[in-house]
């Protein structure tokens, strides 16, 4: 059964940081690309980025590019966000989800989404 707990959300002003964390189980983890996803109230779920099976291709959104980094330790099936200069547009629950990477774009894998962890900036 494929478990994914998002944590370390929590509210922060604008130009802080934050570092989220997934972990997963239920896969074999350092086999797949790992992806990012946020979703605002109201909004359709955004693709923030991906980072490649071992970590040596991530790829992310122009909205995000220069302030996430994405990273992940697979002897301990995690896989991080850390977001820097934050901003108000931020705000929103953040999934990760195993999927298949290539170039700017994914497909899905497992037919599982956690919990998330809500991230809320203020001005």
């Known amino acids: 059964q494929v478990q994914l707990a998002e944590s370390g959300g929590g509210l922060v002003q604008a130009g802080g940081s934050l570092r989220l964390s997934c972990a997963a189980s239920?896969?074999?983890?350092?086999?797949?690309?790992m992806g990012w996803f946020r979703q605002a109230p109201g909004k359709e779920r955004e693709f923030v980025g991906g980072?490649?099976?071992?970590?040596?291709?991530?790829y992310y959104p122009d909205s995000v590019k220069g302030r996430f980094t994405i990273s992940r330790d697979n002897a301990k099936d995690t896989v991080y966000l850390q977001m820097d200069d934050l901003k108000p547009e931020d705000t929103a629950a953040y999934y990760c989800?195993?999927?298949?990477?290539?170039?700017?774009?994914?497909?899905?894998?497992?037919?599982?989404w956690g919990q998330g962890t809500r991230v809320t900036v203020s001005s």
């Open positions: 989800r195993a999927i298949h990477l290539w170039g700017s774009d994914y497909s899905l894998q497992f037919d599982s």
């Open positions: 239920g896969f074999p983890f350092s086999s797949y690309a």
């Open positions: 980072i490649s099976y071992n970590g040596g291709y991530i």
